[in-house]
């Protein structure tokens, strides 16, 4: 099993920043990638950024540029840093970890986050 705890969430004025960290522990093997997804309210869950074990990245295209996503695998920890917020960057933000278990990749979630920024 593995245990995620988020932290770094808040109240931010647009133009703000935040961080936001993802630690991760138990019965992890292998991470494949982590990654941070968001949720606003009666929307779908959207994928963030993610970043591979070799440090690839992928963002999507309304973040680019303002958020930052790094790992530091030795504390199996994943970061996102938040600049230039919008207001439409209010959502519920999930830590997101795939680990290997022998030949599957299975998913981890956390727990959520909420970002809320004030126009």
């Known amino acids: 099993q593995v245990q995620l705890v988020e932290s770094g969430g808040g109240l931010v004025q647009a133009g703000g920043s935040l961080r936001l960290s993802c630690a991760a522990s138990?019965?992890?093997?292998?991470?494949?990638?982590m990654g941070w997804y968001r949720q606003a309210p009666g929307k779908q869950r959207e994928l963030v950024a993610t970043i591979t074990s070799g440090g690839r990245t992928n963002y999507a295209d309304s973040v680019k540029g303002r958020f930052t996503i790094s790992r530091d695998n030795a504390k199996n920890t994943v970061y996102l840093q938040m600049s230039s917020l919008k207001a439409e960057d209010t959502a519920l933000y999930y830590c997101?970890?795939?680990?290997?278990?022998?030949?599957?990749?299975?998913?981890?979630w956390g727990q959520g986050t909420q970002v809320t920024v004030s126009s």
């Open positions: 997101n970890v795939k680990v290997w278990v022998g030949v599957t990749i299975l998913d981890y």
């Open positions: 138990g019965s992890i093997f292998s991470i494949n990638a």
